[in-house]
């Protein structure tokens, strides 16, 4: 890497991240609900950190005595369960070490926004978006007031997203196979959503090296026994506990719910929760974890078999949603759009970038495509929220300022012609 890139990343990493943590002092993000027994603070992560940190285990999502869990994924939770060990269960000093870790993962994301930029696109699409991002408001909001992955998450998917694009052109890439394997897994561990991406992901690099001559059979198998592995700890021990097996987390029954009921309308449901709902809260502990969501699961699929109609319409509503912004309940979808116009704009510069660079053909844009097309799918089904987004939105901020950039660049073309 030449000292100038170096030096220019490393500018916008620290920048960036003393904007958020300067955002964190003067905004107080640190200073977390106490209500409802600081269930805000982390929500179901934040329960299962307390519970970690008192010595009870990966264990009681809703902060009553319901015995071991997997309603969340384990990487964040223990991650919380040693801050709140070491700082603090629910402390300032915590929600501080919290949110500065969120911030520097969202800061150190402008490194792989510009390698991924610099290799589809160009340098100055690369310099755009790493800068863009180190600057982005949006961004640094999830960071300074979210206690949760979701700024690691994008981070991650970004990294993965780099070494695909590395593996479809690469002849000798052993080492490169090792890194997208144990990559995935902890990305499974820390946002198992994203592992939508991951077929798709894995059949284009195959397509792309198939096409190129080079060996994809042993490399492939290989990333996904490292990812196995990475995986197995936990599986294991989601046996152990519940004498099952339970793949990572075991709430989609639930979320399935709550996006799919009689009055459900393409938002979340978000009253049916156990920490809003006693009446949930009361079933959830009476019937333990996994036959509360495998019942949550029999009443949405009732619901969807005896109102498929409703179902698709629904699911066209969260569709929109999705790209255009979450409507308040009762709220249209026009008065959505105009609510939310930012969010929607930047929607359309990032798929109009798309379908540009797809006409363009640019180097892995299919990457991109599959990306947009495959990651949402889950939610056009259960249901949309901004942060659902944000695991792609490095992607999505380099389609927007290609956009830009060509754009900008058609003026310039136009007055050399008119010269000549």
């Not at 030449?2 to 030096?7: A, D």
């Not at 300067?22 to 929500?43: C, E, P, S, V």
Request: charge should be positive.
């Amino acid at each position: 890497m030449p000292g100038g890139v170096r030096s220019s990343l490393l500018i916008m990493v620290v920048l960036s991240l003393c904007l958020q943590i300067a955002a964190i002092g003067l905004f107080h993000t640190y200073k977390q609900r106490a209500q409802d027994n600081h269930f805000g603070f982390g929500w179901e992560m934040g329960k299962i950190g307390e519970a970690l940190a008192l010595g009870r285990g990966f264990s009681n999502p809703f902060g009553v005595q319901t015995g071991p869990s997997a309603w969340e994924p384990p990487l964040y939770p223990y991650l919380m369960g040693g801050v709140f060990k070491v700082f603090g269960i629910y402390s300032n000093a915590s929600s501080w070490v919290l949110l500065i870790i969120n911030s520097l993962f969202n800061a150190l994301t402008c490194i792989p926004i510009y390698f991924v930029a610099r290799r589809v696109f160009d340098e100055k699409v690369a310099r755009w978006s790493a800068w863009t991002w180190a600057l982005f408001p949006y961004g640094m909001y999830w960071a300074i007031h979210w206690i949760w992955d979701t700024t690691i998450s994008p981070f991650l998917l970004c990294v993965v997203f780099l070494v695909a694009l590395e593996l479809a052109e690469r002849g000798r890439a052993a080492k490169l196979w090792a890194i997208f394997g144990m990559l995935w897994g902890v990305l499974a561990l820390m946002n198992p959503s994203c592992l939508s991406f991951l077929p798709v992901c894995l059949l284009w690099i195959c397509y792309r090296r198939y096409r190129q001559g080079y060996n994809w059979v042993a490399g492939s198998v290989f990333a996904m026994v490292l990812m196995a592995a990475c995986l197995s700890p936990w599986l294991m021990r989601n046996y152990e506990v519940f004498g099952r097996f339970v793949f990572i987390r075991d709430d989609f029954g639930q979320q399935l719910r709550l996006g799919n009921g009689p009055f459900s309308d393409g938002a979340s449901m978000v009253y049916l929760q156990p920490n809003l709902d006693p009446g949930e809260l009361d079933r959830f502990e009476r019937l333990g974890e996994l036959a509360y969501a495998e019942q949550r699961k029999r009443e949405a699929y009732a619901f969807i078999r005896e109102n498929p109609g409703r179902f698709a319409v629904i699911s066209f509503n969260r569709l929109v949603y999705y790209w255009d912004g979450v409507a308040k309940r009762g709220e249209g979808i026009a008065l959505t759009t105009l609510r939310n116009s930012l969010y929607l704009v930047s929607s359309i510069l990032a798929l109009w970038g798309l379908g540009r660079a797809v006409r363009k053909r640019k180097p892995g844009i299919g990457l991109f495509v599959w990306l947009v097309l495959s990651y949402p799918t889950v939610y056009y089904f259960v249901y949309p929220h901004a942060r659902y987004r944000h695991p792609i939105e490095p992607e999505l901020l380099i389609l927007a300022v290609f956009l830009i950039a060509e754009a900008e660049r058609k003026p310039g073309v136009g007055r050399r012609v008119s010269a000549e």
